[in-house]
């Protein structure tokens, strides 16, 4: 069942989008056919952008890790082994050096090339067969390309199947929410434009091999609450780690990073983005888990808008029934 609704979920989320350049366009005098195909373009080069960054970090960080490790563990020998001294623990570092950096550099020069491919396919089919993930994708095209012609028009007949009766406050809930999620993606794309410099500038002063693809990566997980930026936290003080070993520039990561996180969390979200949701976050981890098993990768990502949504359902029918009759007896 969710391989049905997927597609269509995720051609209304990319309409939705994209709609508000679509009238950008139709207001400078483009035929709305043409003006649903320019958008539906630049939101297709802006996906492509993002998974082409993704792959460029995994191709930096797989070299790294085969001419970097065995510096790496060398550094952690030097590191480690007087501590160990001290607790009579010895080990034959020779022998671990040589068969761990002969697995790691048999295991990626085997597999690095099905680890890129097989994680696009994850991000793009979400566990789909090839065909089923064309299929799925030439349905998400075609649905938001008529979403974007007849956007008013659909929902104009969604409004006529309601009761008469309920259509004044289905209206008032759709326009609550319109506003909720327009603010939500407005103040997000900015706070995402400001934390790529921040974080690519960062990485880039300490000398990080791909820093900017890092920087521009980490600030796309701010999408993904928590789980997100200690993905991309892992993968800077991964690179830092595989290039420089414990030092300083592994410290200066630790300081980037915990900047990062009180600029975004304390100044730019608050007055950009603001509390718009109002979830708990044991409410934002249950719905990434929840979204996430039904609808894959892309579930993830909508998670937080879809759940707003219902936030704002929640919010009515609450108040509704404290306003009863039957609750205030």
């Known amino acids: 069942m969710t391989e049905i609704f997927t597609p269509f979920l995720t051609a209304f989320i990319l309409a939705y989008a994209l709609r508000p350049f679509s009238l950008w366009l139709e207001r400078h005098r483009l035929p709305r056919a043409a003006a649903a195909g320019i958008a539906m373009i630049i939101g297709l080069g802006i996906v492509f952008c993002i998974l082409s960054l993704f792959i460029t970090l995994l191709k930096t960080e797989i070299p790294l890790i085969k001419t970097q490790f065995p510096d790496w563990l060398q550094n952690t020998q030097a590191w480690l082994e007087p501590k160990l001294t001290q607790f009579h623990v010895t080990f034959d570092w020779s022998q671990l050096k040589a068969t761990a950096s002969q697995k790691i550099t ?12 097989s994680t696009v396919e994850t991000v793009l089919m979400s566990g789909s067969s090839v065909i089923a993930g064309f299929v799925n994708a030439v349905l998400i095209l075609f649905v938001m390309f008529y979403l974007l012609i007849d956007w008013d028009h659909f929902f104009s007949l969604i409004k006529k199947l309601m009761p008469v009766r309920a259509q004044e406050t289905v209206h008032h ?17 900015i706070v995402i434009s400001i934390m790529s410099v ?3 500038a960062g990485l880039s002063f300490l000398g ?25 936290f892992t993968l800077a003080v991964f690179a830092a780690l595989l290039q420089f070993g414990p030092g300083n520039e592994l410290l200066g990561v630790l300081i980037i990073y915990s900047l990062g996180q009180f600029l975004e969390g304390f100044f730019l979200t608050p007055r950009l983005v603001g509390e718009r949701i109002g ?4 409410a934002v981890l249950f719905a990434l888990l929840l979204f996430g098993k039904l609808f894959g990768f892309f579930g993830i990502l909508l998670a937080l808008p879809i759940s707003a949504v219902g936030l704002v359902v929640l919010q009515y029918a609450w108040s509704r029934y404290t306003q009863s009759t039957w609750y205030q007896r």
């Open 279 to 282: 979830l708990h976050p044991v």
């Open 173 to 189: 809930l759709a326009m609550h929410a319109d506003g909720l999620l327009s603010q939500y993606l407005r103040g997000m794309i």
């Open 208 to 232: 990080i091999k791909g820093a900017i693809a890092l920087g521009v990566f980490t600030a796309l997980m701010i999408v993904i609450p928590y789980i997100g930026i200690t993905i991309g």
């Open 106 to 117: 048999e295991h990626l020069n085997d597999n690095s090339d099905a680890l890129m491919s």
């Open 198 to 200: 921040f974080y690519s």
